[in-house]
């Protein structure tokens, strides 16, 4: 009953529009699921939804769960169809599993917490918007908000049972080079041309894949006016990760240094301005949190896998805050693309190990007060 029900729930939240900026209506939808099961969840101003739960148990700990409510384009008028053993989209548009295997995850959690009147402490969710167009809805939470022992991050892809406990830092960096214009034709030795600034900078960074944990890109170049201007305005904007902090630091100032010297070189000048996008997520191995997800996945006798990610997600900003996160494999598959899909099987075992991973918190938390 509960496996037809959750793959019915999925199918329903598939079907409401929801890319990143419009996620009124499914806000509205999964507001009036959390009242009917008799919760009083809130919107906050950015329109994140939030909600506590107070169990029986007069102490345990605080688990937070997490999933985000917006989906990528082409992600509206979804058609999902369930084909033998999976549901796929109508292959026009993103499947949106991504993020609504979670949120599906979570709803049928909380049917089931009741029916089968389940013994917790407290549990808190927090689903956010905006989450694929830069965090934006994770961003407006406040320590407050997050504040938790434990943390599942419902967002990653992999089989139920796969636990991502690094992710890398990343670091934004946009340069703006200024050369000095001058007609092509005329007087060409009177400009200084940026976008030959731009272009010697570049050459002399390294891209791509850097090493196993770190990797850099130039996104965006912007500049030029016409054929036979000078150019004496380029924008530049780039991004570096990694999950080791001195290879992201390294990495930083090799950019920063290659266009320098190349606007020096040029006899140009360059304004630069990075910053932190968010943190790096390590959970060690041997925490309390990765104890937790082993124990819950042998419970219902699925394989516990703990892998590193290159990708940030809200988890990156709630584990930035201090509190212990992992972000949980909900079975999706092949995400930000048309050829997006979720296993039956893995939807109908996630809320499953989520009751699990609730159950093994509380009875870890027990474990350690003796
Ligand atoms: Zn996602």
Known sequence: MSDQRIINSFIELVKINSTSRNEAAIRWHLLGELRRLGYRPAADKKGNI?????????????????AHMDTVEPGNNVQPKILKDRIVSGGDTV?????????AGILEMLRLLKAKKILFHKIKIILTVEEEIGLHGAKALRFEDVKADYCFVLDSDGDVGTVVNQAPA???LDFQVKGKAAHAGLNPEDGVNAIKIAGLAITKIKSGRIDSETTANIGIIKGGVAGNIVPDEVLVKTEARSRNEQKLQKQ???????????AQKLGGSVKIKHGREYEAVNQPLDSAIIKITRTAARKINLLHKVLASGGGSDASLIFGYGVPTVGLGIGMENVHSTRE???LRNLTLLPKYLLALLQSANAYERAARR
């Open 95 to 103: 499947l949106g599993a991504d993020d609504k295997a979670g949120l």
């Open 50 to 66: 939030h909600l506590t739960v107070n169990g029986a148990l007069a102490h345990g700990p605080v688990v937070l769960f997490n």
């Open 341 to 343: 899909y979720i296993t």
């Open 170 to 172: 990343q670091e934004i």
């Open 252 to 262: 930083v100032r090799a950019m920063v240094n290659a266009f320098r010297q190349a």
